[in-house]
């Protein structure tokens, strides 16, 4: 079993919509979360950090389920710009001195 | 602030060679640097976690004598790819953590190698 599982996509969403994606980890000692954004051939860019409690920064919700060990984002009112793929991660430490562990990736395109 | 640079961002050669890529933080003190490296349509895969002043950590099935890692400075991290060959090309990507705390990693721009 793979540690961080994603659905691959493609994602194919109207500007506008609100979707949703899932990401599964299998270490349950694990104890950081995180959603990152990553382009085409470029570098994954932290898009948010995933708490407990959960955590919402604009357009976009993260929420954590330690009991059944997934994570997922929600992206509300998408834009164009939004396309891209985005990347669950998780580490085992709290203090940030791991290394992640990234899923796959979901590709999203978002059409107008 | 928290700028990773990386150095080349793409170079190409030929099987046999060795390959130097620097990953930099521009402006913050590094204590902690991350190598990672991504094969088309797969997952970025942690190979080595880099401490300055110490020897770096493997991830199992990386060979630690094919990737040295030197961690020389606060803001100076290198990954040497000895002997390149064809299955090395990957896009190779740093990331380090300030000393400041936190648990952000600002990754940089990656590096593309490509082995003829």
């Known amino acids: 079993r793979k540690e961080v599982e994603q659905d691959p996509g493609p994602f194919n969403v109207p500007e506008g919509a609100t979707v949703a994606f899932n990401c599964t980890y299998s270490?349950?000692?694990?104890?950081?979360f995180f959603w990152y954004r990553q382009d085409c051939r470029k570098e994954p860019k932290l898009l948010m950090s995933v708490y407990s409690s959960g955590n919402e920064d604009g357009r976009f919700t993260a929420q954590l389920n330690r009991a059944s060990q997934y994570i997922s984002l929600l992206i509300r009112d998408s834009k164009l710009s939004d396309s891209a793929t985005y990347l669950c991660?998780?580490?085992?430490?709290?203090?940030?001195?791991?290394?992640?562990?990234f899923g796959k990736g979901t590709h999203l395109i978002i059409q107008p | 602030g928290a700028v990773v640079s990386q150095h080349p961002s793409r170079v190409i050669c030929k099987s046999g060679t060795s390959v130097k890529i620097e990953c930099r933080s521009l402006d913050f003190q590094a204590t902690t640097m991350f190598w990672y490296r991504q094969f088309p349509k797969q997952s970025l895969m942690l190979m080595a976690t880099?401490?300055?002043?110490?020897?770096?950590?493997?991830e199992q099935g990386v060979e630690k004598d094919k990737f040295l890692i030197n961690h020389a400075s606060l803001t100076l991290s290198t990954l040497t790819v000895t002997s390149a060959h064809p299955e090395d090309s990957s896009f190779y990507i740093c990331?380090?953590?300030?000393?400041?705390?936190?648990?952000?990693?600002?990754f940089g721009p990656g590096t593309r190698l490509t082995v003829l």
């Open positions: 991660a998780v580490a085992i430490g709290g203090g940030g001195a791991d290394g992640l562990t």
């Open positions: 880099s401490n300055e002043g110490s020897k770096a950590t493997y």
């Open positions: 270490n349950s000692a694990s104890q950081s």
């Open positions: 990331s380090a953590i300030s000393g400041q705390g936190g648990n952000e990693q600002f």
